[in-house]
């Protein structure tokens, strides 16, 4: 009987719950879109990798001595070409072949670098018994030739016989030969050459990234062995199939970390989500009061009326879970061609995102609906005898106590935070404005009797009576106001929050370069691969330039940890970046280090001491510290002569030349990106460039996040809608005697969209008022990590109050439109 009660309810109440289920969709499609897009994406690069090097059994490669956190491979060491010979004498070792891989970016008919959705840039030596089949053309042979892949050569729009401009270490112009099937290499660019010009243009000649070979008889693991006997001690060995198993688990990470990035915002949105279902159905059980109490007066036992609400719950929840799904493979298509543009194959779509779309789907929906149906369980069989149907209301002081627990706890870890407690200050300061969040939305309710009793009052003095009933409407039910605001209030905390510390990152920027940057002129790289040697030289030419400082960027091992330097002349770089000296002086010589106040003191370095310093290389040298600079963000904690780079640097591509010009004005400018226009890959920036391009960065990134906190905003919404529209049923006869006693439709109307004008705008302040002060904690607590200053982007959170206005004023359509349609009769009529 209870399951066909239950069926017959789903029936009756359609709507209201579709409205519900859009909640639980939005959230699911958010989970399963990640899931299935990272699923896509780390199945796409196996396969890849899988079919590369495919005959491989034994890789031989230089032990990597200081860990490249960017994975770039500038900091590996080369292989010398005597250990293919070597190779060669090893029992079992079948066609052993030296590797050339490096940067080299392809320049386009149009003058810039194609560049495949952030993909890398490849250069390697053509092996003729590789990955790659020629398609069209020949091998490149001899200094002037090279060959490029299908894709590439399409995108810059080359054909064989045409000249191509590459940018390596030197930017070089070599006619295309050849073009090959490069398979599918989600977007890279790859282009080819004869060895002796591969390791010219791209590592040292006789040397090589790595050799690999085959066998002819022993296991992978036997002939590892074997092959580790002859190596060098700066040398190792691994299989082939570890090779391709570390460059999956490279993959892995990264995909395992952007899953986990987009899953927090997806959890939020879910957050939010179970707002809304826990509202819709207090709402649904106080309404259907006398029904209950009829079932349980014919019998219904209180566990057989929990499961008939459960059973609602579980239906809603399997719908939204199911569209969700369905919604979320959409999201990961366009995912995948906003990652890997035209690149990108077909999704895959394993176990694992329909097993977690249906759990979290009924599971959030359950949960949100349990406490609901407790309180419809308890309804007496007597109560279907009483003409009020509303639930009674129940205390808020546990709320109230819980909720300023949790706010006072909150706040004593954000101020231990803020007071150096010791450790990562971000750490207390984001646990107590968890705690914090927790407790103002259980404070929510008593918060929104004076805040809306404000918020409403030009409404009621305005609007008249319609103002007056829109302002009692939404203090009526404080516990049901503040759960549809709470929705929105979350998703616009967040949201205020992020662009707090946007604005704050912008202001912060600003400064350190007006205090920081001295140049006249900086020329930087567009990617992470830096700039030629060729580019100083280049530079250093332009009539007005006075003077030319390159500056190098490194790691190498301090007392057995990574530390980052950059390696330039000091003298020269010193007015460049403003370097402040604390005690010491420039003159760094061949075994000198500079480095910044801090790190001194962290170190208990003083001028003069010996630091041992382990480069890339594997050699140590002891590195005397000849000077102490103030905090300079330009420079980091380290600065080492060139000399001392570039002796144990495999690779020493420029990071930056800092220009000091006679005459920096724009005639100058324009001369610098004359002399530059063979290097499409380098940008001429003077300091308000800087700060520009600092801007571009931090908007895009402020404004990514924006986007994905958007879908919790849109949950929000359609609460608002649901619970208007579950109001407008529950005061169906209130509504008609309003119409009876005069009030017009017009009027009705009006009322309505000042209610949900009103509480989405009690929503909005709550959660801007909350975002501000995170944002302002979380700066507090990350001054030291450059973000000095304090900002908060007035106009922008006025903006947010509008939106949150008109998303009242949206929401309160459709509700809005249904009550002015009611027969007044027949409402006057309703139970």
Do not use: C
Not at 381 to 387: E, G, Q, T, W
Not at 559 to 567: F, L
Not at 568 to 595: F, H, I, N, Y
């Amino acid at each position: 009987m209870m399951a066909k009660v239950t069926l017959r309810n789903l029936a009756a109440h359609k709507i209201r719950l579709v409205l519900t289920a859009v909640a639980v969709i939005l959230g699911v499609a958010f989970v399963s879109g990640t899931l299935i897009f990272t699923d896509t994406m780390n199945r796409q690069f196996a396969d890849l990798f899988d079919d590369i090097g495919k005959g491989v059994a034994v890789d031989v490669r230089a032990k990597k001595v200081v860990d490249d956190p960017a994975d770039t491979g500038q900091s590996a060491q080369p292989v010398p070409a005597s250990v293919v010979e070597t190779l060669k004498k090893v029992e079992g070792v079948k066609e052993p072949f030296g590797n050339v891989t490096g940067y080299a970016a392809v320049v386009g008919r149009d003058g810039k670098v194609v560049s495949g959705q952030g993909a890398p840039q490849m250069g390697v030596n053509w092996n003729p018994a590789g990955d790659y089949e020629m398609s069209t053309g020949r091998a490149p042979e001899g200094g002037g030739e090279m060959a490029l892949d299908a894709r590439t050569a399409e995108k810059a729009g080359y054909r064989v016989g045409d000249t191509v401009q590459v940018l390596t270490q030197t930017p070089q112009r070599l006619r295309l030969v050849g073009v090959f099937d490069g398979g599918d290499m989600m977007g890279a660019s790859i282009a080819a050459f004869d060895t002796p010009t591969a390791q010219r243009l791209m590592l040292r000649p006789g040397h090589f990234t790595d050799v690999q070979m085959g066998s002819s008889g022993p296991s992978e693991e036997e002939l590892r062995a074997a092959v580790a006997k002859v190596l060098p001690a700066n040398m190792e060995a691994i299989t082939g199939t570890q090779l391709r198993e570390d460059a999956k688990s490279d993959i892995a990470t990264f995909m395992g970390f952007f899953r986990t990035f987009l899953l927090v915002f997806a959890l939020i949105s879910i957050f939010v989500g179970a707002f809304i279902i826990f509202n819709t159905f207090s709402m649904l059980v106080a309404q259907r009061t006398r029904e209950l109490a009829l079932l349980r007066a014919i019998g219904a036992a209180r566990s057989q009326v929990t499961r008939a609400v459960i059973g609602e719950a579980v239906a809603v929840g399997v719908v939204g879970s199911t569209l969700g799904l369905a919604a979320g493979a959409g999201l990961a298509a366009l995912l995948q061609s906003q990652v890997m543009g035209e690149d990108g194959g077909g999704l895959v779509l394993t176990a694992n995102p329909i097993i977690w779309s249906y759990t979290v789907g009924i599971v959030v929906t359950v949960v949100s609906a349990y406490f609901p149906a407790r309180r419809a369980a308890k309804i007496p069989p007597v109560a279907a005898m009483r003409d009020d149907v509303a639930l009674p209301q129940r205390s808020m002081r546990i709320r109230l106590a819980l909720g300023t627990l949790l706010t006072l706890i909150g706040a004593g870890l954000i101020g231990l935070g803020l007071a150096g407690g010791g450790g990562n200050p971000a750490i207390p300061v984001g646990a107590g404005a968890f705690l914090v969040f927790i407790g103002v939305t259980l404070l929510a309710p008593v918060i929104s009797i004076p805040v809306i009793r404000v918020l409403g009052a030009p409404a009621a003095r305005l609007m008249g009576a319609p103002g007056r009933l829109a302002r009692q409407n939404a203090l009526r039910n404080p516990r049901r106001t503040a759960a549809t605001a709470a929705a929105l209030m979350i998703g616009l905390a967040l949201i205020t929050t992020v662009n707090v510390l946007g604005a704050s990152m912008r202001t912060s920027v600003d400064a350190q370069v007006d205090d920081q940057f001295g140049a006249d002129y900086i020329v930087m790289p567009t990617g992470m691969n830096g700039l030629s040697s060729d580019v100083l030289d280049r530079v250093k030419g332009v009539p007005g330039v006075d003077s030319a400082a390159p500056y190098y960027t490194g790691n190498a091992n301090i007392k057995g940890k990574r530390a980052a330097y950059v390696a330039g002349d000091p003298a020269a770089l010193a007015k460049g970046v403003r370097l402040e000296l604390v005690s010491g002086g420039l003159q760094a010589g061949r075994d000198g280090m500079l480095v910044d106040e801090d790190t001194a003191r962290a170190q208990g370095w003083a001028v003069g001491a010996a630091v041992p310093v382990q480069f890339t290389d594997g050699k140590t040298e002891n590195l005397k510290i000849t000077g102490v600079y103030a905090k300079n963000d330009f420079l980091g904690p380290r600065l080492i002569n060139e000399q001392a780079h570039r002796a144990h640097a495999a690779r020493t591509a420029v990071g930056a030349v800092m220009i000091e010009a006679s005459s920096a004005n724009a005639a100058t400018a324009a001369a610098l990106e004359r002399s530059l226009r063979d290097h499409p890959n380098a940008e001429v920036q003077d300091q308000a460039g800087i700060k520009k391009e600092a801007r571009a960065q931090v908007d895009g990134f402020v404004s990514f996040l924006t986007v994905l906190l958007v879908m919790s905003v849109i949950i929000a919404a359609v609460g608002v809608v649901n619970t208007l529209a579950l109001s407008v049923i529950e005061r169906t006869r209130e509504i008609g005697l309003l119409r009876a006693i005069g009030i017009s439709r017009r009027q009705l109307r009006r009322m309505i969209r000042l209610e949900s004008i009103v509480i989405a705008v009690f929503g909005a302040v709550l959660g801007i008022g909350i975002g501000v002060a995170f944002g302002a904690a979380l700066q507090r607590a990350l001054r030291e990590d450059g973000l000095s200053l304090l900002s908060i982007p007035v106009g922008t959170l006025a903006v947010y109050l509008v939106i949150a206005a008109v998303i009242g004023v949206l929401a309160a359509l459709w509700p809005a439109w249904r009550a002015g349609r009611m027969d007044v009769l027949k409402a006057i009529s309703t139970d």
